[in-house]
């Protein structure tokens, strides 16, 4: 018997039939991973010690996440290696949105920093939001005869090498931001690593390192009680926080701008379904006066922007460091 011929097309409908059947699928199965997201505790990965400003607003988003979810939201602090341990964890881990990582300039730094990363920061990862931005602050211990930027550089021109300059890791935004000032002032400060804003804030504090360019959470009541000093804000307007500092451009060193931010991403490969629901319930949790309160006292400001908006913001960011880390010369240890 002959057999019957296909009608011309029916190939391509019954191909077509079938890839929308996997798409409807697929979609049906995005659906159910967030229908009940989160069923069960979430983690907020961070990359340095607690005391910092990126564990501060893990903490803030942390707390009023855990009540509008009633699941338990737990900071866990991985830090080491500029960052990276903390990175590589999550962007190793199930793609199901229980492991979320909050991060800050480093991750944008460390693709040009060093030679050979164990993950890809845009890859690798889903952005979720950008959280908040916030203005630097170039401080000093009281023993440095300084109150203005271009005091601070007269000293730092008088004692080549003498004075020295803390940062929370190699390779972190203070640490690139100072080599900057170096460069920009024509100075030498020595750079002292630490794991984090905590242990270098209180080693700042104690007086065995100099100067630090630092969120104001860490300091805010060290600078109170005069036991540091407030130079400058490292960007182009005064804090709303701190209205009697004045600009790095206003103290003596025009054109130094640096603002630090945090974010939120996730395992590449999260359902979108369950990054929309997060997404959504971290911009709601952003636009309560309550974390917009806590964020300000620190110096802080919510932003909030889409995943989109966010992808687009760390492509510029890597390339914006990739320009300072040329103009510095700066290496890893």
Request: glycine share 8%.
């Amino acid at each position: 018997m002959q057999s019957k011929r296909r009608k011309p097309g029916s190939s391509f409908r019954m191909h077509l039939r079938a890839a929308l059947a996997l798409v409807i699928a697929a979609s049906c199965l995005d659906a159910v991973h967030a229908q009940g997201y989160p069923e069960r505790p979430v983690r907020f990965v961070v990359g340095l010690s607690p005391g910092g400003g990126v564990d501060f607003v893990a903490r803030v988003l942390a707390q009023k996440l855990t009540e509008g979810w009633s699941r338990q939201v737990v900071v866990e602090n991985r830090p080491g290696a500029n960052q990276i341990i903390a990175t590589e964890l999550v962007a190793k881990s199930k793609p199901d949105g229980y492991t979320v990582l909050i991060v800050n300039p480093a991750y944008t730094i460390n693709p040009t920093f060093y030679r050979k990363l164990p993950y890809d920061a845009l890859s690798d990862f889903d952005p979720v939001a950008l959280l908040a931005q916030y203005p630097f602050l170039l401080v000093v211990h009281p023993s440095v005869p300084a109150r203005l930027v271009k005091e601070l550089i007269a000293v730092a021109r008088a004692r080549p090498g003498d004075l020295s300059y803390a940062s929370s890791g190699n390779g972190s935004t203070p640490h690139l931001g100072m080599e900057l000032f170096n460069s920009m002032a024509s100075v030498r400060m020595v750079h002292v690593p630490y794991k984090g804003a905590g242990p270098a804030s209180a080693d700042l504090v104690a007086g065995h390192v100099q100067v630090m360019l630092i969120n104001l959470s860490p300091v805010r009541a060290m600078i109170k009680a005069g036991r540091l000093r407030a130079l400058a804000v490292a960007g182009s307007a005064r804090s709303r926080a701190l209205p009697d500092v004045p600009t790095a451009s206003e103290s003596g060193l025009p054109g130094f701008n640096l603002f630090g931010w945090y974010g939120m991403v996730l395992p590449a490969g999260t359902p979108r379904t369950v990054r929309g629901k997060l997404h959504a319930d971290v911009i709601k949790a952003l636009r309560t006066d309550e974390v917009r309160e806590r964020l300000s006292v620190e110096n802080t400001e919510p932003v909030g922007n889409t995943p989109e908006e966010f992808t687009d913001f760390l492509r510029k960011e890597i390339a914006t460091f990739a320009a300072v880390i040329r103009r510095t010369g700066v290496k890893a240890d």
